[in-house]
């Protein structure tokens, strides 16, 4: 079995751009991950196991992982390192790295004090934007990663296969229904985390996505494999990219300043 590569103690890995070329696989197995999207890990040559999504039961879920995966890393949000894996099955697939360290109930760690919610606030406040813009309904309280990092903390963001495509595309006006797991996880932990949500943060994210050209996006999709998406898709995403990715961004600063996405 390869060996891991060495992770320095306390420290969390910092989040990283994916390498050009496929990891390859060396063996997969099913892993009981707690969702319906990923149920195996595949062991890397590159000294890594990465959590693998498939196109089942979504055929959009490694597009979905690989592109808001490039934009979380330009918008600042902290997320796993991530390639495409050139999986056993003779396919290319999207792999997120499998890291140590995660604080398990994160949450309930809060509330008994072992970890103050506002070393990760700014964090939470920018993965609330960034899933507003890929308009992701599933981000519940295990979908949000903790890690000690150092002296402090940081969360960490991750999960995006029932976002952007899955949803449907272009993504769907705002806000996000008020039943979905988004926005129940965002009051849930307002209410009873005592979390002050930071504006400035959010908004740091939002100027960030807004310095992505269609230019940009187009590397991000030819880096991806060409299965993943067809012509036709990917042709609409551009022309959306090009035409509406900032009136999309205005219209979440205007909603997070007057309260009417919260």
Not at 246 to 259: H, V
Request: aromatic share 12%; net charge positive.
């Amino acid at each position: 079995m390869a060996k891991r590569q060495k992770q320095v103690a306390g420290r969390p890995p910092k989040s990283a751009p994916p390498q050009l070329f496929p990891v390859k696989a060396l063996w997969c197995a099913p892993k009981a991950l707690g969702g319906v999207d990923c149920c195996q890990t595949c062991m890397c040559d590159d000294g890594y196991e990465y959590a693998v999504k498939l196109d089942a039961p979504d055929r959009f879920a490694a597009h979905n992982e690989w592109f808001c995966s490039n934009l979380a890393h330009r918008a600042g949000v902290q997320h796993p390192a991530f390639n495409p894996v050139s999986h056993v099955d003779g396919r290319v697939w999207f792999g997120s790295q499998w890291i140590a360290g995660e604080i398990p109930d994160w949450w309930n760690q809060v509330v008994a004090g072992a970890i103050a919610f506002p070393e990760v606030a700014d964090d939470w406040s920018r993965i609330f934007a960034f899933d507003l813009f890929i308009n992701n309904t599933d981000r519940h309280l295990r979908n949000f990663f903790v890690l000690k990092d150092g002296a402090t903390h940081r969360m960490y963001t991750m999960d995006y296969s029932r976002a952007w495509f899955h949803n449907g595309f272009p993504p769907s006006s705002l806000p996000l229904r008020p039943t979905c797991k988004t926005i129940l996880a965002h009051r849930w932990i307002r209410t009873n985390l005592g979390a002050a949500f930071n504006i400035a943060a959010a908004l740091s994210a939002l100027d960030a996505i807004d310095t992505i050209t269609t230019s940009n996006v187009r590397r991000i999709i030819y880096d991806q494999d060409e299965n993943w998406l067809t012509k036709a898709e990917k042709r609409a995403l551009f022309d959306w990219w090009d035409t509406d990715s900032k009136p999309r961004t205005a219209s979440i600063r205007l909603g997070l300043q007057n309260g009417a996405l919260f």
